[in-house]
């Protein structure tokens, strides 16, 4: 592929983002392969946002951490003895050595290279054969501290100080998705994966209202969850989202009968949130699916994507297993019909003969996604 200077590019980003919703247009395919366009949305996005890493509920226990990459700067979040959620920089105060790998529990945090021992709260206590180094003090040493809030239950982070919160960024969306109760949900399976394909492809493609009668046929279209139930709504600057109404023949996406605080029209709708720049969640009355997704290259992204069920919905199961079991079938095959429709698409972007095409209306949360990238690339840092 030829790729046009990166000025024209983004010039051809900001006319198709500032079109109105009645003449969209699907992105520039240049965006998905201009080599110089991952340092700008690693710059402009990725170290300016706030990022979900994971779930309070993923980690309920003392000690109970999970580890993170943005983009190059390696994080870990963990559960102090207070309960709360504290966020560092994954780098050993002494010579830089990685400190945590996936994610595990430990009373301390120990570094692999050269013991270096931290507590919980990042203080460093213990420094073997420092002892005959001048003037040494543990308690001169501490790990580097990162940004962290809670919101509905997930754990975001940011390298912006100056960031306003999370909670007043999504205030809208709580509006929407608050009664669900989030944060109650119990996480029953995970997975964590790299695609073929430039990251933004993806985050489009789980907002894309419009394929799930061809793509999902064989999972999410048999239910009669498809195109023909779904309202997309003006997005926001923040986020985006749609709903799609449940099939009472599908017996998926239904409250349970005990759950008291959904109100009648929630009780058996399906919203699909894209929390600006790389969160994405499928929030049903009976599942909670999410994605974190994060570029690995211009041409591969890393997914971590993880599943819950509210307690009522398990509790009230005649098979807990087979329930989850058939849960997790259904989104593995989700994500089978997915990712070659999607890594195909990111191979065809680069074709010379690739352009921009008019959306329809069920394409609204992409349109709206497209025009937050144009606005973060193009504003001055």
Not at 169 to 194: C, N, T, W
Not at 265 to 292: A, C, K, V
Request: with cysteine.
């Amino acid at each position: 592929m030829n790729h046009p200077d990166l000025n024209s590019v983004l010039d051809e980003l900001h006319k198709t983002a500032s079109l109105d919703f009645s003449k969209a247009r699907s992105a520039p395919p240049s965006i998905y392969h201009h080599p110089d366009l991952l340092a700008l949305e690693a710059k402009k996005i990725f170290k300016k946002e706030w990022i979900c890493v994971g779930r309070t509920a993923e980690m309920p226990n003392v000690g109970d951490y999970l580890t993170y990459e943005i983009i190059d700067q390696p994080i870990f979040v963990i559960r102090q003895k207070d309960k709360s959620i504290g966020a560092f920089a994954n780098v050993c105060a002494h010579r830089c050595a990685k400190l945590l790998e996936g994610k595990g529990c430990s009373t301390r945090i120990s570094c692999p290279y050269h013991s270096w021992t931290y507590a919980l709260d990042g203080q460093l206590i213990g420094a073997p054969f420092m002892d005959q180094t001048p003037g040494f003090d543990t308690s001169d040493y501490h790990l580097v501290s990162i940004r962290s809030e809670i919101w509905e239950g997930f754990i975001y982070v940011t390298l912006n100080d100056q960031l306003e919160s999370v909670a007043e960024r999504l205030k809208g969306l709580h509006e929407i998705v608050g009664q669900y109760r989030m944060a109650d949900y119990e996480p029953v399976f995970e997975g964590d994966e790299i695609w073929g394909t430039n990251w933004k492809c993806l985050v489009e493609n789980f907002m894309d209202a419009m394929h799930i009668h061809r793509v999902h046929k064989n999972s999410f279209a048999k239910d009669g969850i498809g195109e023909d139930r779904t309202t997309c709504f003006e997005g926001d600057p923040y986020f985006t989202w749609h709903h799609i109404e449940a099939n009472n023949d599908s017996g998926r996406g239904f409250a349970h009968e005990s759950n008291t605080w959904l109100s009648d029209e929630f009780r058996s709708r399906i919203l699909l949130l894209g929390l600006f720049p790389n969160h994405t969640i499928q929030l049903q009355p009976d599942l909670l699916w999410y994605l974190s997704i994060m570029p690995q290259g211009m041409d591969q992204v890393r997914i971590r994507w993880r599943v819950s069920i509210p307690r009522e919905i398990l509790e009230n199961s005649p098979d807990r297993e087979e329930y989850i079991a058939g849960i997790k079938a259904l989104l593995i095959q989700v994500n089978s019909e997915d990712r070659p429709v999607v890594e195909g698409l990111f191979q065809a972007t680069a074709s010379n003969f690739a352009k921009a095409g008019p959306m329809s209306h069920l394409e609204r949360n992409v349109y709206e996604f497209d025009r937050y990238i144009a606005r973060k690339l193009l504003e001055e840092v």
